[in-house]
Nanobody, 122 residues
Framework: QVRLVESGGGSVQAGGSLRLSCAAS????????MAWFRQAPGKEREGVAS????????DYVDPVKGRFTISRDTAENTAYLQMNSLKPEDTAMYYC???????????????WGQGIQVTVSS
């Protein structure tokens, strides 16, 4: 009932920037939160950032604070993740998620995008 499509990934040198986009469609009125998760090979999925769709309240995992910014365009039902000062340890598959309430726990989210690769080289 909610479809999420990510775009904007790719490869970048350490210190560079990327912006990920997540476009939601379908029954978007059920979505109270959009979030970004990432998963590197051999590691568990990690919540990166979340934002409430109504009030714009944000939360971040400690390793990205000060470098990443999550935002949303309510009119376009789109969430963004601006990633600056990228580090090799940011390399992962990044997933957009949507649900009713915000957290950085993957179990809180009912809808997921297909994932998009971000690679940061040193």
């Amino acid at each position: 009932q909610v479809r999420l499509v990510e775009s904007g990934g790719g490869s970048v040198q350490a210190g560079g920037s990327l912006r990920l986009s997540c476009a939601a469609s379908g029954k978007t009125y059920v979505v109270g939160c959009m979030a970004w998760f990432r998963q590197a090979p051999g590691k568990e999925r990690e919540g990166v950032a979340s934002i409430t769709t109504g009030g714009g309240h944000t939360d971040y995992v400690d390793p990205v604070k000060g470098r990443f910014t999550i935002s949303r365009d309510t009119a376009e039902n789109t969430a963004y993740l601006q990633m600056n000062s990228l580090k090799p340890e940011d390399t992962a598959m990044y997933y957009c998620a949507a649900g009713v309430l915000c957290s950085l726990n993957a179990k809180s989210f009912a809808y997921w995008g297909q994932g998009i690769q971000v690679t940061v080289s040193s």
